[in-house]
């Protein structure tokens, strides 16, 4: 089952100018040794903090500005990843003024998920291929037993990142890497990575005046609260493609996984998202939370964003499963265009 998504995701293979090479978005077509040890540490080391995090908190407590810290810095970079590199980028759900594409860009990358061209380029592909083979991360890989999908919500999990192969950037964003800002964005991504893991640091020791304020900044506002973005995004990969409800009708296994929304922000709307893949927002039921959304709103009212694809009562009806379980005549979910 091939879920196809709108022009963007099955971007036009173009070869872009030596010096808009794929290279030059940091990371070519094939993973090397060095890259997989780095971001095994950007898994592991996060993760660690983040089970540490329980009794330290038990123990010692954690502080209004720590927790401060970590909830602004995990939804900066959780909207920077829904909003900038998924609606925007990836699926181009509205036109941003160069001023917020580029705070966008930036905060997305500061959610340390990769550079901003490989992450669009993964998503575009696995949209292309959606549970089907050639998607990069589905849980379905390895079959339909107990074994194999526990096997395949690894791989959708974690494991798929540390895959050899990369998708080809070049083919599925081109129109980033002709983008010298975005290009260049997703070039200093290691720059914007320091940046993410340092302000919670910075900020903590300056309020407190201590080092003791800046490592529980750190410890908190940085590792801790990486690693629970990190799962939270993973898990839209795995856990949204193997359980939860299909109201909608789509050419993979997306499901929507209501106790995630809160925590993705809207992105757990997965059903939607996959039948309608343009749509603004993910949550179109009037007790979905999908902030993603509302945020995008606040930036059309602003002025900032504009051309917003706002998902109208009869395009939402006419993806719909009808209650025999089959899609209403005629009104099977269109291929964005």
């Given at each position: 089952?091939?879920?196809?998504?709108?022009?963007?995701?099955?971007?036009?293979?173009?070869?872009?100018?030596?010096?808009?090479?794929?290279?030059?978005?940091?990371?070519?077509?094939?993973?090397?040794?060095?890259?997989?040890?780095?971001?095994?540490?950007?898994?592991?080391?996060?993760?660690?903090?983040?089970?540490?995090?329980?009794?330290?908190?038990?123990?010692?407590?954690?502080?209004?500005?720590?927790?401060?810290?970590?909830?602004?810095?995990?939804?900066?970079?959780?909207?920077?990843?829904?909003?900038?590199?998924?609606?925007?980028?990836?699926?181009?759900?509205?036109?941003?003024?160069?001023?917020?594409?580029?705070?966008?860009?930036?905060?997305?990358?500061?959610?340390?998920?990769?550079?901003?061209?490989?992450?669009?380029?993964?998503?575009?592909?696995?949209?292309?291929?959606?549970?089907?083979?050639?998607?990069?991360?589905?849980?379905?890989?390895?079959?339909?037993?107990?074994?194999?999908?526990?096997?395949?919500?690894?791989?959708?999990?974690?494991?798929?990142?540390?895959?050899?192969?990369?998708?080809?950037?070049?083919?599925?964003?081109?129109?980033?890497?002709?983008?010298?800002?975005?290009?260049?964005?997703?070039?200093?991504?290691?720059?914007?990575?320091?940046?993410?893991?340092?302000?919670?640091?910075?900020?903590?020791?300056?309020?407190?005046?201590?080092?003791?304020?800046?490592?529980?900044?750190?410890?908190?506002?940085?590792?801790?609260?990486?690693?629970?973005?990190?799962?939270?995004?993973?898990?839209?990969?795995?856990?949204?493609?193997?359980?939860?409800?299909?109201?909608?009708?789509?050419?993979?296994?997306?499901?929507?996984?209501?106790?995630?929304?809160?925590?993705?922000?809207?992105?757990?709307?997965?059903?939607?998202?996959?039948?309608?893949?343009?749509?603004?927002?993910?949550?179109?039921?009037?007790?979905?939370?999908?902030?993603?959304?509302?945020?995008i709103r606040w930036?059309?009212?602003?002025?900032?964003?504009?051309?917003?694809?706002?998902?109208?009562?009869?395009?939402?009806?006419?993806?719909r499963v009808a209650?025999?379980?089959?899609?209403?005549?005629?009104?099977?979910?269109?291929?964005?265009?």
């Amino acid at each position: 089952m091939t879920s196809r998504s709108d022009v963007l995701d099955e971007a036009p293979n173009q070869s872009p100018s030596d010096d808009t090479a794929p290279s030059a978005t940091l990371g070519g077509e094939r993973k090397r040794s060095v890259e997989q040890i780095t971001l095994l540490l950007f898994i592991v080391v996060p993760f660690l903090a983040l089970v540490a995090a329980v009794p330290l908190a038990w123990g010692w407590g954690v502080s209004w500005l720590d927790l401060g810290l970590l909830v602004f810095f995990y939804f900066l970079g959780c909207h920077g990843i829904t909003i900038g590199f998924h609606r925007h980028f990836t699926h181009g759900s509205f036109k941003a003024k160069r001023p917020l594409k580029i705070a966008l860009a930036v905060a997305g990358s500061m959610a340390v998920e990769g550079p901003l061209v490989r992450w669009v380029a993964d998503h575009r592909k696995h949209h292309k291929f959606s549970d089907a083979e050639g998607d990069p991360h589905s849980p379905w890989r390895y079959g339909e037993t107990i074994p194999a999908l526990i096997k395949g919500l690894w791989w959708a999990h974690i494991g798929w990142m540390f895959d050899e192969e990369q998708t080809p950037q070049d083919k599925y964003a081109p129109d980033l890497i002709k983008d010298p800002a975005m290009r260049a964005i997703s070039r200093q991504f290691v720059l914007w990575t320091a940046v993410s893991l340092g302000l919670p640091a910075l900020i903590g020791g300056l309020a407190t005046m201590s080092w003791w304020g800046a490592f529980t900044g750190f410890f908190w506002g940085s590792l801790v609260r990486v690693a629970l973005l990190h799962h939270v995004t993973w898990s839209i990969n795995s856990i949204c493609h193997a359980v939860g409800k299909r109201p909608f009708k789509s050419r993979d296994r997306s499901g929507n996984v209501w106790w995630l929304a809160v925590l993705s922000c809207g992105e757990s709307w997965h059903n939607l998202h996959h039948a309608d893949p343009t749509s603004a927002r993910h949550g179109v039921e009037r007790w979905q939370v999908d902030s993603s959304a509302r945020l995008i709103r606040w930036f059309e009212q602003l002025g900032w964003a504009y051309d917003v694809r706002w998902p109208s009562r009869s395009r939402i009806d006419s993806r719909r499963v009808a209650p025999d379980g089959a899609a209403p005549r005629g009104k099977e979910p269109a291929e964005a265009a």
